[in-house]
Each structure stands twice: as structure tokens, then as C-alpha cells.
């Protein structure tokens, strides 16, 4: 069965940088299209990037030119590149196929220091 496991959070300064990672096995990631979803703290999970299988990506206004997604089809990983991070980009960050289908993994916990 499909698992998702991401990683790489922790605790950043407001206007510093982390990497996420989320690494897929029981299925090949090449054939998908891929994204990320922030959960803030009391939130719904909320879309916030995607890349597709030939590598175009979409952001939402608020992390475009601030996050960059992309991904490694032959370690089966996606990545968050997180720069210049604020406050309100605490919470919980997930991964999964474009259309969320399949099971979500724990996610990673991220908390940007005021």
C-alpha cells in the first residue's frame, strides 16, 4: 500500500529556511502529480503547491517566490524548499498525489519563531 512520510520540520526564526521532504514508496511518484498542503494550527489542511509530471509547479499567492517545490523521481521524494518564512507559516505540512487519493502520511510540523 502507498505511505507517505514527511519530514524535515522543526522550529526557524521568522525570515529563515527549511527543506521538507516527503518520501512515497508503495507506488511509483513519476506518473503522478504531486503537492504539498499546510495545515495551520486550529485549520483545515489548505493546498499550497503543486508540480506535475513534467515538472510545471503552482503556487498559491501567498508562498509564490517564497517556497519552491520539486522533486526526485528516482528517490521517489518531493521537496519543500521553505525560504523567508513567517509566523504564519506554522503548522503542519503534508504531501500527497495532486488529487489527494492517497493516504496521508503524519506530516511535518513546522514552527516560525516571532
Known amino acids: 500500500q502507498v505511505q507517505i512520510v514527511e519530514s524535515g520540520g522543526g522550529l526557524v526564526q521568522w525570515g529563515g529556511s527549511l527543506r521538507l521532504s516527503c518520501t512515497v514508496s508503495?507506488?511509483?511518484?513519476?506518473?503522478?502529480?504531486m503537492a504539498w498542503y499546510h495545515q495551520a494550527p486550529g485549520k483545515q489542511r489548505e493546498f499550497i503547491t503543486s508540480?506535475?509530471?513534467?515538472?510545471?509547479?503552482k503556487y498559491t499567492e501567498f508562498v509564490k517566490g517564497r517556497f519552491t517545490i520539486s522533486r526526485d523521481n528516482a528517490k521517489n521524494t518531493v521537496y519543500l524548499q521553505m525560504n523567508a518564512v513567517q509566523p504564519e507559516d506554522t503548522g503542519a505540512y503534508y504531501c500527497?498525489?495532486?488529487?489527494?487519493?492517497?493516504?496521508w502520511g503524519q506530516g511535518t510540523q513546522v514552527t516560525v519563531s516571532s
Open positions: 500527497n498525489e495532486v488529487t489527494s487519493t492517497w493516504p
Open positions: 508540480i506535475g509530471r513534467g515538472g510545471l509547479t
Open positions: 508503495g507506488i511509483m511518484i513519476r506518473n503522478n502529480g
